[in-house]
Nanobody
Framework: QVQLVESGGGLVQGGGSLRLSCEAS????????MGWFRQAPGKEREFVAA????????SYADSVKGRFTISRNNAKNTVYLQMNSLKPEDTAVYYC?????????????????????WGQGTQVTVSS
């Protein structure tokens, strides 16, 4: 069982920055890929970014490439999402997710259904 708790969301003006954190329970955090997703009102949950267990590889949605950076600190059981140059269209609830089925794998999945555990989400609102 993995529990994930996100933090760091809030209200920011367009062009601003936020850093989201997601802390995981358990001793096996360092073994599996992690992802960030977001869901805006009336829309489906969409992939934002993912990172392999050892930070060797990252993947980003085209809409955030060059603005967002995913990273992780396995010693702290935490994955981060640094968000810069925020736009109003980035407004959504942001979720972190764990892909425990692919321990020590280098594949990064973009479909929400591929992830096994989810946090409760943190709201990010970007004003124009």
């Amino acid at each position: 069982q993995v529990q994930l708790v996100e933090s760091g969301g809030g209200l920011v003006q367009g062009g601003g920055s936020l850093r989201l954190s997601c802390e995981a329970s358990g001793r096996t955090f360092s073994r599996y890929p992690m992802g960030w997703f977001r869901q805006a009102p009336g829309k489906e949950r969409e992939f934002v970014a993912a990172i392999t267990w050892n930070s060797d590889t990252t993947s980003y949605a085209d809409s955030v490439k060059g603005r967002f950076t995913i990273s992780r600190n396995n010693a702290k059981n935490t994955v981060y999402l640094q968000m810069n140059s925020l736009k109003p269209e980035d407004t959504a609830v942001y979720y972190c997710a764990a892909d425990v089925a692919r321990r020590f794998k280098y594949e990064l999945r973009v479909a929400p259904g591929e992830y096994d555990y989810w946090g409760q989400g943190t709201q990010v609102t970007v004003s124009s």
